[in-house]
T-cell receptor, first 111, second 114 residues
Framework: DAGVTQSPTHLIKTRGQQVTLRCSPI?????VSWYQQVLGQGPQFIFQ???????GRGNFPDRFSARQFPNYSSELNVNALLLGDSALYLC??????????FGSGTRLTVV | AQSVSQHNHHVILSEAASLELGCNYS??????LFWYVQYPGQHLQLLLK??????LVKGIKGFEAEFIKSKFSFNLRKPSVQWSDTAEYFC????????????FGQGTELSVKP
């Protein structure tokens, strides 16, 4: 049984660029959440989607956006990248509205 | 704003020592509580969770946690740690009826000396 898969695993971008991160939830899971984990801190909630609708948004600027597709996979987009956006981006999936199982994350480095 | 506090940033123990990691949250209503572990180079894994019922919750790998509502606490315990328990441990809370977002503590790094 495949877990939560995220792609790519690592990414290096230049300031001002845009990035798209992808997440495939566990089969049958309808909820996907995104978190940002900066080194030395706990993950911070960015977005939650359930049944393709946004259910929650954390305290992140409008440069961050996300969507969920009919197959429940999800994309996180970040525009106009800043050095401070460098972090591990985590996706979590759940059969219902609570995110339980995490993927391995995408390590984003902005230079 | 709701928050989660983990008392210790870094804990160092010898193998076979007992472990207790503190976690407190700041919300007076109904919560769901979680402990996650992140082994070096690996993804977050769920150790245990509390939704309701018996406040003493048993999880994987011999870990347990006790929910004390009056103290807003959900401390993690293990009677005898192993070198393989070296990892970062995160306490997290979901506020009931405020969506499904997890609010994480800052994490406690556990180092177990062989």
């Amino acid at each position: 049984d495949a877990g939560v898969t995220q792609s790519p695993t690592h990414l290096i971008k230049t300031r001002g660029q845009q990035v798209t991160l992808r997440c495939s939830p566990i089969s049958g899971h309808k909820s996907v959440s995104w978190y940002q984990q900066v080194l030395g801190q706990g993950p911070q909630f960015i977005f939650q989607y359930y049944e393709k609708e946004e259910r929650g948004r954390g305290n992140f600027p409008d440069r961050f956006s996300a969507r969920q597709f009919p197959n429940y996979s999800s994309e996180l987009n970040v525009n106009a990248l800043l050095l401070g956006d460098s972090a591990l981006y985590l996706c979590a999936s759940s059969p219902e509205a609570y995110g339980y199982t995490f993927g391995s994350g995408t390590r984003l480095t902005v230079v | 704003a709701q928050s989660v506090s983990q008392h210790n940033h870094h804990v160092i123990l010898s193998e076979a020592a007992s472990l207790e990691l503190g976690c407190n949250y700041s919300y007076g209503g109904t919560v769901n509580l979680f402990w996650y572990v992140q082994y070096p180079g690996q993804h977050l894994q769920l150790l245990l969770k509390y939704f309701s019922g018996d406040p003493l919750v048993k999880g994987i790998k011999g870990f347990e946690a006790e929910f004390i509502k009056s103290k807003f606490s959900f401390n993690l315990r293990k009677p005898s740690v192993q070198w393989s328990d070296t990892a970062e441990y995160f306490c997290a809370v979901i506020i009931y009826n405020q969506g499904g977002k997890l609010i994480f503590g800052q994490g406690t790094e556990l180092s177990v000396k062989p």
